[in-house]
């Protein structure tokens, strides 16, 4: 069974809903379009599809973001491809405005877009420090912002963003990263307060490492094997194994979208402000 091939037990259980997912280009974003898709959800995938300078690894393209469309309507759902970026307020209330103007409502968000660089706290550079948080903090603000009234007219959303392990502890040359990821949960736990009653609710996802691009580049590799010269993925895999109970070096994307599958659904009407931690039994280890 490949990454995006599933059972057909629930096919057609999200119908007529819509869903607008950040970084939706490839990893996460995709696993949570495709399965989303296969329920019967139309998608609106949104993604940058371009360069960022203090990023050390390529991000997503534009023909990734056609190939998530691809997927998608193979699924059988409509999909609307955006290239958008998150940090832009404006634009992604155009964004918003767009996917209602072309499918009348939206029920669920998934703020998924982010990005990683690395460096100890005194090495951070300006650009480095304002661009992580700038992606992944305020890109959320942005992205939920924008979505949040559309749901609270409709008196029904689901709210879902994307934070981390990382935040919910210290890591080495993390920091940056770390006061962004941390910043996601105090966020949309507040939105959560702000949204009770409505019908919308507002919980986070914290998963650990995850076999995306963004763990699989030379850069990441190099930061667990600073004692290897270009160290492959075969080599890093048992340094990665061990940073968690279950030994296992990495997380399946799916392993993240089932979450979001949960957190979306109906059945999760009384979680709100929920953090999700999906982290190989790394949560064992935390008070």
């Not at 607008?20 to 399965?35: D, K, M, N, P, Y």
């Not at 951070?124 to 890109?139: E, F």
């Not at 994307?162 to 996601?184: D, E, F």
Request: glycine share 10%; with cysteine; proline share 5%.
């Amino acid at each position: 069974m490949t990454h995006f091939e599933h059972t057909t037990e629930t096919a057609g259980d999200r119908a007529g809903t819509t869903v607008l997912i950040t970084g939706a280009a490839r990893g996460q974003g995709r696993s949570h379009a495709v399965e989303f898709a296969r329920r019967g959800a139309s998608i609106v995938a949104v993604d940058l599809c371009a360069e960022v300078d203090t990023v050390p690894y390529g991000l997503a393209t534009g023909d990734d973001l056609e190939e998530t469309r691809s997927l998608v309507e193979r699924a059988g759902a409509r999909c609307l491809t955006v290239q958008a970026d998150v940090r832009d307020s404006a634009r992604m209330r155009e964004v918003v405005d767009t996917a209602v103007e072309t499918f009348g409502r939206i029920d669920v968000c998934i703020a998924n877009a982010g990005v990683v660089s690395f460096a100890p706290v005194t090495e951070l550079s300006d650009a480095q420090w304002q661009t992580m948080l700038d992606i992944d903090l305020t890109g959320v603000f942005n992205t939920i912002r924008a979505v949040a009234p559309i749901m609270t007219a409709q008196q029904w959303g689901r709210i879902i963003t994307i934070s981390s392990m990382g935040g919910r502890s210290g890591t080495p040359n993390l920091g940056h990263y770390v006061a962004a990821k941390w910043g996601v949960i105090g966020l949309t736990k507040t939105l959560a307060l702000e949204l009770a009653g409505t019908g919308v609710t507002a919980n986070i996802i914290c998963p650990g490492t995850v076999s995306t691009d963004m763990v699989h580049n030379p850069a990441m590799y190099s930061l667990f094997a600073p004692d290897l010269d270009g160290p492959t993925r075969e080599q890093v895999r048992g340094r990665y194994a061990k940073l968690n109970p279950l030994g296992v070096p990495w997380t399946e994307p799916e392993d993240i979208t089932a979450a979001a599958i949960y957190l979306a659904s109906p059945e999760a009407r009384h979680v709100t402000g929920h953090t999700v931690e999906i982290g190989a039994g790394v949560s064992a280890r935390m008070p």
